[in-house]
């Protein structure tokens, strides 16, 4: 046994010592933290090289796939472009169909990088720009956190290592799941350093205060966290300093210093926080207001027991960016997923089994804000929120991160005893089965996780897990998992080219291509983009939102370029918005055309000459070349007024369609809140669907599963009968039965009797057709097919209802900046009505006119109600965001009171820089 034992021994020995001789080059990094730090920013620049390449060959830009992308690409694009044109007005018409200005900032970090996008939009596109800087954000906190380990005295490869982990490891990862946390990665390691500097030097105190107001500009919310966040710091290096005890004579909370030191940071904090007050209270009125937006709730003390689960599974995860966990689960799953590499969880358990007395006080805070991050309520007061919303766990994070370091640096060149090493297997094995099981036993998570790319990061998983646990049983094992990390951050490392969006995954789309296409459609329409993003093109053809390069080859029937905020695959889009033609919301990701296209949105068509367009009386022929038309959607109103509301809101689409041509309908929560809303006003309410009686038609049929190229459908058989049973008319709609955001049309089809795939249901059971349906193809994910109803309609009496419900005169509507002009006439009713504008509804609009309110209409478009009895109206909107006065007035105070004290100091200096004091 001994003799195998020092075989095995001279083997690995031999086995390193020739890695050693050959791989001399990896050492010269680790001579000095001069060799360290510029193998780190030639990696980096390496790195951030090879993506603008990518990009500028292939088109698109960096993103980690979040779906929060849509929100903040499409305001960036919008304030740069603001910045370019010089254009600043208190309300954003440039998404959600408009917002406070206020709310937009909260997206947009003001900080150097945003500078640095804008300054570097003017040589490339400014998604590409905002995508480039945000890694470089990611690769700047790694340069920061090598310079916060080297002032820690740790080791060079320890430097080395832990820098390149932080940058593509856990806490990348975690802290981008909204594109704003990827500052985080900078901001954590200069907090630090600051920290570390102001505690070593206290003539540095200024460096707190202006900390605090870069964070403040840069976000409100998330500088909430980074505050609590190195106040806990402070906390920590100040009880683990290595000349005191926790108890005793020398205990360290009879030094002085330490309640001096906590109370003057605070102190300097504040100071911060009123040198930014010019941004602070308008942020703070914004992210306190109570939105719409529906979440998980959960216990105030407890999780549901997945939770934790996936906490402690994710520790064992390769760093991924595109995430295998973060797709499955609720919520809060979603937002606590750490990934912090395998090596770093290997040294995070041997952590406690150091000695010293630091080590020991930090081994209890790191047990307890592990503990603490369990407990839904401890989350709501780190946030300010009135629910567990979990960002502030970058906190615990980062010191898990730290102390994992420290034991590497502990334990170099030390042996570690076999219960430690077994400890470290059982837990390993653990996270395999944990997370093999959740990997792969979801059908659901499977297909949401659509990523080609989602089996190699799992194989990596595997092959690195087998790599540790042999490691752990063979002589030299830190010499071992040394070089295992190195590898891992390499693989990790070259996960980061899988996140540039071009031509895959649900972003997909072609920069040259879709140029063209915008090109064209300015010639030969009406259409601008100002304030906008990227125009998405849906088509009803595609099964899905298709390459824009082969819009042109796979034209079957009708092709409509439109955009909208939530689509069934949440790609990369914005809207084609301008003052003058503000159709567009939400409700357009569930049907491109149809009843849809008369309630909101301009709508492009690009059909074949051969074809006929949808809806042609609605539609004018704007160019025609010798293969394709350009229409545009006609006579659109920039407001519609109804006679008549409902108090329902419609779930089935087809009938929310029908109705809000013929009425609106006021949300509610309850019948109590309802009353109280309409109290004041005298509306005329009608749930009488009689008027939609015979203008469509339903029924309902069943299906089977089929499989169609490995994937599954539900396979609804069309007959004969069945089209008969539609009483002639010519339009059909098939709403989905699961979710119409994953199964509209880009996962349904019909199959004609000829073979052929359509995805236009216009014309089916009229002269206008010319395909014969017989199947519908719905994409599933389980065995189970449940009953799917067919819509059918007829168009012209849908549009003859539309049309008398817009008949004005001397119509006139200007939006220009942040005032709103509506002019119109119309007959006199005796009750009251809405004007329905499409808009964002918020109280911060104020009428110049008492005579007209506004109203949430249609569940969050801005609304005038109509008084009865008038025939005309003519006011002005003037958009005052809550909180303006007062807060310009706090900060016109606030920043006159440092300029006097900026000013007072400077005075009394300049006589000291003269050296003219006389005693």
């Not at 900078?186 to 202006?210: C, Q, T």
């Not at 293969?627 to 659109?636: A, G, M, Q, R």
């Not at 002639?728 to 795939?757: C, F, H, M, Q, V």
């Not at 709103?820 to 911060?844: A, G, H, P, Q």
Request: with cysteine.
């Amino acid at each position: 046994m001994m003799n195998i034992k020092l075989k095995l021994h001279d083997l690995t020995s031999n086995i390193l010592d020739g890695l050693n001789n050959y791989f001399q080059i990896i050492k010269k990094p680790f001579k000095s933290y001069k060799n360290t730090f510029i193998t780190l920013i030639s990696i980096y620049s390496l790195l951030i090289l090879t993506i603008f390449i990518i990009c500028s060959a292939l088109g698109g830009f960096f993103t980690l796939n979040t779906d929060d992308i849509i929100q903040y690409y499409p305001f960036m694009e919008g304030f740069i472009n603001k910045l370019k044109h010089f254009e600043f007005s208190l309300y954003n018409n440039s998404f959600f169909m408009g917002t406070s200005a206020f709310a937009s900032t909260y997206y947009i970090p003001l900080d150097i990088f945003t500078f640095l996008t804008f300054i570097i939009s003017y040589i490339m596109p400014t998604d590409r720009a905002y995508g480039l800087i945000n890694l470089f954000k990611i690769m700047s906190g790694g340069i920061l956190m090598s310079y916060f380990l080297k002032e820690k005295d740790f080791k060079n490869k320890t430097i080395f290592l832990y820098s390149l982990i932080y940058s593509f490891g856990g806490l990348l990862a975690t802290e981008c799941v909204f594109p704003v946390y990827w500052s985080l990665l900078f901001y954590i390691p200069l907090g630090v350093i600051i920290i570390d500097k102001y505690i070593n030097n206290h003539k540095l105190f200024f460096l707190v205060p202006l900390y605090t107001l870069i964070i403040i500009f840069y976000d409100f919310y998330i500088a909430y966290m980074l505050l609590a966040f190195i106040m806990i710091y402070l906390l920590i290096e100040k009880l683990s300093k290595s000349n005191h005890h926790l108890f005793g004579k020398q205990s360290i909370f009879k030094d002085k210093y330490l309640y001096l030191d906590l109370i003057s940071t605070f102190g300097l904090i504040l100071i911060g926080l009123l040198m930014s007050m010019a941004i602070f209270l308008p942020s703070y009125l914004y992210i306190t207001n109570k939105t719409t937006r529906i979440s998980v709730k959960e216990a105030l003390w407890k999780y549901a027991p997945s939770h934790y689960l996936t906490v402690i599974s994710t520790y064992f995860i390769t760093s991924n960016p595109i995430n295998i966990l973060l797709s499955h689960g609720d919520y809060l799953r979603n937002h606590c997923s750490m990934f912090i590499t395998i090596l770093g969880l290997y040294y995070l358990i041997l952590f406690f089994f150091t000695k010293g007395y630091r080590n020991n006080i930090q081994k209890i805070f790191v047990i307890l804000l592990n503990l603490l991050m369990g407990i839904p309520l401890v989350s709501m007061i780190m946030t300010g929120t009135k629910e567990g919303y979990i960002r502030w766990f970058f906190i615990v994070y980062f010191f898990n991160f730290y102390c994992s370091a420290q034991a590497f640096e502990y334990f170099d060149n030390k042996v570690i005893g076999v219960i430690k090493r077994i400890t470290i297997l059982t837990l390993f094995v653990f996270g395999i089965i944990y997370i093999s099981s959740l990997f792969f036993k979801n059908d659901n998570f499977i297909t949401y996780n659509s990523s080609p790319f989602k089996m190699i990061i799992l194989l990596f998983f595997y092959v690195f897990i087998g790599f540790y646990i042999i490691a752990l049983f063979l002589p030299h094992q830190n010499k071992i998992t040394y070089i295992l990390a190195i590898l891992e951050v390499i693989c990790s490392g070259m996960m980061v080219f899988v996140n540039v969006d071009n031509t895959y995954m649900y972003y997909e789309y072609c920069e040259d291509q879709f140029n063209a296409i915008e090109t064209n459609l300015k010639e030969k329409t009406s259409y601008t983009k100002t304030n906008a993003y990227k125009v998405a093109l849906l088509t009803n053809e595609s099964n899905y939102f298709v390459n824009v390069s082969a819009i042109h080859s796979k034209f079957n029937t009708n092709q409509f370029f439109h955009s909208f905020y939530d689509a069934t695959s949440n790609p990369i889009y914005n809207n084609i918005l301008d003052s003058k033609s503000p159709y567009w919301s939400r409700r357009e990701t569930y049907m491109s055309s149809g009843p849809f296209a008369l309630i909101e949105g301009i709508k492009y068509g690009v059909v074949l000459n051969s074809n006929n367009i949808e809806l042609p009386s609605c539609y004018e022929l704007m160019y025609k070349d010798s293969l394709y038309s350009y229409y545009e959607l006609k006579d659109l109103k920039p407001f519609r007024l109804y006679d008549e509301l409902n108090q329902n809101k419609y779930y089935s689409r087809i009938k929310m369609a029908f109705n809000l041509i013929n009425y609106g309908y006021i949300y509610s929560e309850s019948d109590e809140e309802f009353n109280n809303y309409i109290e004041p006003f005298n509306f005329k309410f009608n749930t009488d669907e009689s008027v939609f009686k015979n203008k469509y038609s339903t029924i309902t049929i069943g299906g089977e599963v089929e499989y169609v190229n490995n994937e599954k459908f539900a396979v609804y058989k069309i007959s004969n009968n069945i089209i008969r049973s539609f009483k002639g008319n010519d339009y059909l709609y098939i709403p989905t039965y699961e979710s119409e955001r994953n199964t509209a049309y880009n996962n349904s089809y019909i199959l004609d009797t000829d073979g052929n795939k359509h995805y236009s249901f216009y014309g089916l059971s009229s002269n206008k057709t010319n395909y014969i349906p017989s199947k519908l193809y719905v994409k599933i994910d389980s065995d189970y097919v449940p009953n799917i109803s067919f819509n059918s309609f007829n168009m012209d009496e849908i549009i003859s209802i539309y049309d008398t419900l817009n008949e004005f005169k001397d119509e006139e509507f200007i939006l220009d900046g942040s005032k709103m002009k509506i002019k119109l006439d119309y007959n006199s009713k005796s009750y009251d009505r809405i004007l329905k504008t499409y808009y964002t509804y918020s109280s911060e609009w104020k009428v110049n006119n008492s005579n007209f309110k506004t109203i949430n209409i249609d569940g969050g478009y801005l609304g005038i109600v109509i008084p009865a009895n008038s025939t005309s109206c003519d006011i002005t909107l003037n958009f005052e965001p809550d909180g303006l006065q007062l807060g310009m007035t706090i900060s016109s105070f606030t920043a006159s009171t440092f300029a006097t004290i900026c000013l007072a100091i400077y005075l009394n200096l300049i006589p000291y820089k003269k050296g003219a004091v006389k005693k």
